[in-house]
């Protein structure tokens, strides 16, 4: 069974505490990439790969990084030097940066910052 | 600045009828542009995709128009069913590489 996914589902942080959330895809993938969605907001991108060993900043990576050492991982840590890191989570893959390489998105991590 | 507006107000429509949902957009010349739906608490899900140089594309219930004079595209979901209640997202994208940018979507609700 094809697919992207997310863990946990929900995480709770205490503030200055780093947190790392998961993405894996089966789909063999060479793309991935992370967004943030805040209420009434529409995604934001902060990080994305194209092949393994290799990323780059989207609009917003400040407080962010991630890694990409397998095709089907790329986790993405929320360090303490984000800001205002409440918010939901996405992790998406495509099979290239091509305008017909259609993004599918795992079900979200949803981060609390307590 | 590159703008993506669609309406924050949640669409309230009666089972049966076509639902519209408008996205706009204003300093962007999107080489193409794409419709998602998203469910409470989930991913969004890519519905439809049309190029700039096409005026209108179908898929089953679905019908996306592009007209970049008026810089615009709608989504006509015919036949609504309450199963349609969702937030529907556009994204556009610029030429060459696919990384869209997503406006903030609107709230459909199908009222049985």
């Known amino acids: 069974d094809g697919g992207i996914t997310q863990s946990p589902k929900y995480l709770f942080r205490k503030e200055g505490q780093n947190v790392t959330l998961s993405c894996e895809q089966n789909?063999?993938?060479?793309?991935m990439y992370w967004y943030r969605q805040d209420p009434g907001q529409g995604l934001r991108l902060i990080y994305y790969s194209q092949i393994v060993n290799d990323f780059q900043k989207g609009d917003i990576a400040e407080g962010y990084s991630v890694s990409r050492e397998k095709k089907e991982s790329f986790p993405l840590t929320v360090t303490s030097a984000q800001k205002n890191p409440t918010a939901f989570y996405l992790c998406a893959s495509s099979a290239g940066l091509g305008v017909t390489d259609t993004q599918y998105f795992g079900p979200g991590t949803r981060l609390t910052v307590l | 600045s590159q703008k993506i507006e669609q309406n924050s107000e949640a669409l309230n429509i009666q089972e049966g009828k076509t639902a519209t949902l408008t996205c706009n957009y204003t300093n962007y010349s999107p080489a193409y542009l794409q419709w998602y739906r998203q469910d409470p608490g989930r991913g969004p899900v890519f519905l439809l995709l049309?190029?700039?140089?096409?005026k209108e594309k179908r898929k089953e219930r679905l019908k996306v128009t592009f007209d970049t004079t008026l810089k615009q595209s709608l989504l006509h979901i015919t036949a609504s069913q309450p199963a349609d209640s969702a937030t529907y997202l556009c994204a556009l994208g610029p030429g060459g590489s696919y990384i869209p940018t997503f406006g903030r979507g609107t709230s459909l609700i199908v009222h049985p």
């Open positions: 789909l063999n993938h060479d793309a």
């Open positions: 049309i190029r700039e140089n096409e």
